[in-house]
């Protein structure tokens, strides 16, 4: 049973890599990021998963669903990354993020979310409206508008 479950974590990895790879690929097209996309994108799923193996592993009796692992992963590294500062990788992540909760918020009810998906994705979307709060609170913020109001 363990091989299994193995192969199976590692594919529900993958998908959800996918889909941070591919917001990462947007951000990168338009010149806001210059890392690998593959790469950051195996990193920050598998270090949400890691951080909660038993609850994207599956444990519990469901697994949650690939957005919401992607979601979970963009937080999380939003969480790490932006202790205290406003660096140029997490207003990255928070794009990518908002990407995802525009997506919920518009189509969520075509996914098959459980409720596990729905906690989590609350927890991401918690992330994304403090980081939110505190980059309209920025100096570069209010800077960005003096250049452009």
């Known amino acids: ?21 591919n ?10 990021f210059s890392g690998d996309p593959t790469k950051t994108a195996n990193t920050l799923v598998a270090a949400v998963w890691d951080s909660m193996p038993e609850i994207f592993g599956g444990a519990y009796g469901q697994r949650p669903h690939k957005i ?7 937080a999380n590294a939003i969480r790490i990354e932006d ?19 525009n997506e919920v918020g518009m189509r969520g ?23 939110s709060e505190r980059l309209a609170e920025s100096p570069l913020l209010k800077e960005m508008h003096g250049d452009f109001g």
């Open 83 to 101: 202790a205290g500062k406003m660096g140029t990788i997490s207003f990255v992540l928070a794009l990518s993020l908002g990407k995802i909760m």
């Open 1 to 21: 049973m363990g091989l299994f479950k193995g192969i199976k974590d590692t594919y529900k990895k993958s998908e959800a890599a996918v889909v941070v790879q």
């Open 23 to 32: 917001l990462l690929e947007e951000v990168a097209r338009v010149g806001l």
């Open 68 to 74: 919401t692992v992607a979601a979970s992963a963009l």
């Open 109 to 131: 009810d075509l996914y098959p979310f459980n409720s596990l998906d729905m906690k989590l994705l609350d927890g991401a979307a918690q992330v994304f409206s403090e980081f």
